[in-house]
């Protein structure tokens, strides 16, 4: 996602440049399209980039284990500087912001990275596949949103999980026995 500003950075303080976004980004291992406006206009030291952008990522849902496409709105505010002088070639100073983004000597300004973090900040901490999703069964494990078991409805039982170590006390010698032979 690079614009090139040599000649808006020519322009006077306020010129505005609206651009309309539809590109593919690789946002979290995986490439997500990202769609949107884009407002750029030169300020006084830099150019800032703001809009209001589109994606959707691939998530696991926290509840039912299932993936599903996760839309994500970015509002994007940054500001990008100018690491050289677009009539002289000069190099300028930078603003003494850690992590700012800048505007590379060839005047491309790269909202990638941007639109990455962006998106990564807009992850929720427990996604959901959808707002009513039943979740797996505790006690058998089948995907309640597909499919509904009989089990009943509170098998939080201490023998239940005595069980369960049995069960994978086991497997884990099944495997064992695999791998000697
Ligand atoms: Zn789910
Ligand atoms: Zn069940």
Not at 13 to 39: C, F, K, M, T, W
Not at 147 to 155: A, G, I, Q
Request: glycine fraction near 6%; charged fraction near 20%.
């Amino acid at each position: 996602m690079q614009i090139n500003v040599s000649q808006q950075l020519k322009a006077p303080i306020g010129s505005i440049r609206d651009y309309v976004v539809n590109e593919i980004v690789d946002i979290a291992d995986g490439n997500s399209p990202v769609q949107g406006e884009l407002r750029l206009m030169r300020t006084d030291r830099s150019i800032l980039a703001k809009g209001t952008l589109h994606t959707e990522i691939e998530l696991t849902c926290s509840r039912c284990l299932s993936s599903f496409s996760c839309p994500l709105t970015l509002n994007i505010e940054e500001e990008y500087f100018p690491t050289s002088d677009t009539v002289t070639g000069a190099s300028l100073p930078l603003p003494d912001e850690p992590g700012c983004f800048t505007i590379d000597e060839y005047n491309i300004l790269d909202l990638t990275e941007a639109i990455r973090q962006y998106a990564l900040m807009a992850i929720p901490m427990k996604p959901l596949c959808g707002e009513d999703c039943a979740g797996l069964c505790p006690t058998c494990g089948c995907n309640l949103n597909q499919v509904s078991c009989n089990c009943p409805p509170k098998p939080a039982d201490s023998r239940w999980s005595e069980l369960g170590k049995l069960v994978l006390g086991n497997q884990a010698s099944v495997n064992e026995q695999k791998g000697t032979e």
